[in-house]
């Protein structure tokens, strides 16, 4: 096996889409991938200094959503520039935007699952940033992206994870065993 020193390569990761209002109630986007599930109804997320912070200090409330393929060019745009200096930053993204219905955020209506979420802590702050520790108030699915039972389904929604090996993004495939389940053939 070949060795590499230590990196951000813990697979697969997520590319997330964190939308905030400044205080004027101006919607921004930003994309971050070191994020993931924190305990049953909460989420975390890596930040640094971004507009989305400042947004964040003024107004604790913002929903985060998952890139698809075809959200693919502006969700790297999001990432790309900062809202600090490009005042037209989520126009430039072609989304639709409404108000998310439990925050205070906007809901990107272009992607298929919006998380709408609420500031819970702020662990190591600093100039730099802080890890986000977040509760999630609510879960928005378009309705399209439903199954027969009713609920989300991921299969359908072309998902993109972020691949930080060689910083590309690489569409999710499809379902190929049931969790909890199939592995029981081996017990
Ligand atoms: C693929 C990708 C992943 C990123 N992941 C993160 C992240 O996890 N945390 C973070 O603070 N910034 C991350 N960024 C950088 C921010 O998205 C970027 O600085 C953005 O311009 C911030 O926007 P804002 O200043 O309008 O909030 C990522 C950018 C890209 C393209």
């Given at each position: 096996?070949?060795?590499?020193?230590?990196?951000?390569?813990?697979?697969?990761?997520?590319?997330?889409?964190?939308?905030?209002?400044?205080?004027?109630?101006?919607?921004?986007?930003?994309?971050?991938?070191?994020?993931?599930?924190?305990?049953?109804?909460?989420?975390?997320?890596?930040?640094?200094?971004?507009?989305?912070?400042d947004n964040l200090?003024?107004?604790?409330?913002?929903?985060?959503?998952?890139?698809?393929?075809?959200?693919?060019?502006?969700?790297?745009?999001?990432?790309?520039?900062?809202?600090?200096?490009?005042?037209?930053?989520?126009?430039?993204?072609?989304?639709?935007?409404?108000?998310?219905?439990?925050?205070?955020?906007?809901?990107?209506?272009?992607?298929?699952?919006?998380?709408?979420?609420?500031?819970?802590?702020?662990?190591?702050?600093?100039?730099?940033?802080?890890?986000?520790?977040?509760?999630i108030i609510n879960?928005?699915?378009?309705?399209?992206?439903?199954?027969?039972?009713?609920?989300?389904?991921?299969?359908?929604?072309?998902?993109?994870?972020?691949?930080?090996?060689?910083?590309?993004?690489?569409?999710?495939?499809?379902?190929?065993?049931?969790?909890?389940?199939?592995?029981?053939?081996?017990?």
């Amino acid at each position: 096996m070949k060795s590499f020193k230590s990196n951000a390569w813990l697979l697969p990761q997520p590319v997330l889409i964190i939308g905030t209002y400044d205080k004027e109630r101006k919607p921004n986007a930003m994309n971050a991938a070191w994020g993931g599930q924190w305990d049953m109804h909460e989420i975390m997320i890596s930040l640094g200094s971004h507009a989305t912070t400042d947004n964040l200090a003024v107004n604790p409330e913002f929903t985060v959503t998952f890139a698809t393929k075809r959200t693919m060019v502006a969700a790297d745009f999001v990432g790309l520039v900062s809202g600090r200096n490009t005042p037209d930053k989520v126009q430039k993204t072609g989304w639709t935007v409404v108000p998310a219905p439990n925050v205070n955020a906007p809901v990107f209506k272009d992607f298929p699952l919006t998380l709408e979420c609420r500031v819970k802590q702020k662990l190591e702050e600093s100039k730099t940033g802080y890890y986000l520790v977040a509760e999630i108030i609510n879960i928005l699915c378009d309705e399209k992206y439903l199954a027969e039972d009713g609920n989300p389904d991921v299969e359908k929604m072309e998902l993109i994870t972020y691949d930080p090996v060689h910083h590309t993004y690489i569409q999710l495939g499809q379902t190929v065993g049931k969790a909890f389940s199939d592995g029981k053939q081996l017990k």
